[in-house]
């Protein structure tokens, strides 16, 4: 079993919608949340970042993390053709004090927006 | 500011053959990691550097190595290639090497080497 589960769909949606990925995790170590977006041929971009539990919005993309329930969500809310790419939930294992290059992804949720 | 740069961007080897792939991190950033992408087992870490010193290394076997060069520049090196080992190649940097507090910790990804092994 991996330590971060991500359905990867695919998942079409039309423009508009609101659209709810979701990821599970087994490692209740983790403490920083991070979700990614990766458009095809490229390298993923950091798009949402959370620090413990709680809830953070950026524009359309809200980002929530229940650390009692070991879940991670992210919203985008009224959805567009330029956000379809996959979607990446990312976790990072230790705290204060260690290093940060190292990740644990899901393996992504690939969504389409269609007009 | 140029991001993270990693050639070469796409290459195709035979079984047996090793293989060399390099990464330019931003300007100013001293930590590169490394990771493959596959779409059976997504993103896994393979290693990652700080001044020139390997500071963490994930579950691979010892075919897969790395260094980085006194100018942060970073190289991976995959010998005897086997058909397993066809992915995406993906390289981040970030100016520090730790987690510290509640900052963002953010990982620049650069656009991969594509690896196709025959």
């Known amino acids: 079993q991996k330590e971060v589960e991500q359905d990867p769909g695919p998942l079409s949606v039309p423009e508009g919608a609101i659209v709810s990925l979701n990821c599970t995790y087994s490692?209740?170590?983790?403490?920083?949340f991070m979700w990614y977006r990766q458009y095809s041929r490229k390298g993923p971009e950091l798009l949402m970042y959370t620090y413990s539990s709680g809830n953070k919005e950026d524009g359309r993309f809200t980002a929530q993390v229940d650390k009692s329930s070991k879940y991670i969500s992210l919203f985008i809310r009224d959805s567009q053709p330029s956000d379809s790419a996959t979607y990446l939930c990312?976790?990072?294992?230790?705290?204060?004090?260690?290093?940060?290059?190292?990740?644990?992804f899901g393996r992504g949720t690939q969504l389409t927006v269609w007009p | 500011k140029a991001g993270v740069t990693q050639t070469p961007r796409y290459l195709i080897k035979t079984r047996g053959q090793q293989v060399t792939l390099s990464c330019s991190p931003i300007s100013g950033h001293r930590s590169v990691s490394w990771y493959q992408q596959t779409p059976g087992q997504g993103l896994q870490f393979l290693f990652e550097?700080?001044?020139?010193?390997?500071?963490n290394k994930g579950n691979f076997p010892g075919r897969f190595s790395g260094r980085q060069f006194s100018n942060s520049r970073s190289e991976m090196n995959v010998s005897t290639l086997e058909l397993g080992d066809s992915a995406l190649y993906l390289c981040?940097?970030?100016?520090?090497?730790?987690?510290?507090?509640?900052?963002?910790?953010?990982?620049?990804f650069g656009a991969g080497s594509r690896l196709t092994v025959l």
């Open positions: 990312a976790m990072s294992a230790n705290g204060r004090g260690s290093t940060l290059g190292r990740l644990y």
């Open positions: 981040a940097s970030s100016p520090r090497d730790r987690v510290e507090g509640s900052g963002a910790n953010v990982l620049t």
């Open positions: 490692n209740s170590a983790f403490q920083y």
């Open positions: 550097y700080f001044s020139e010193t390997q500071r």
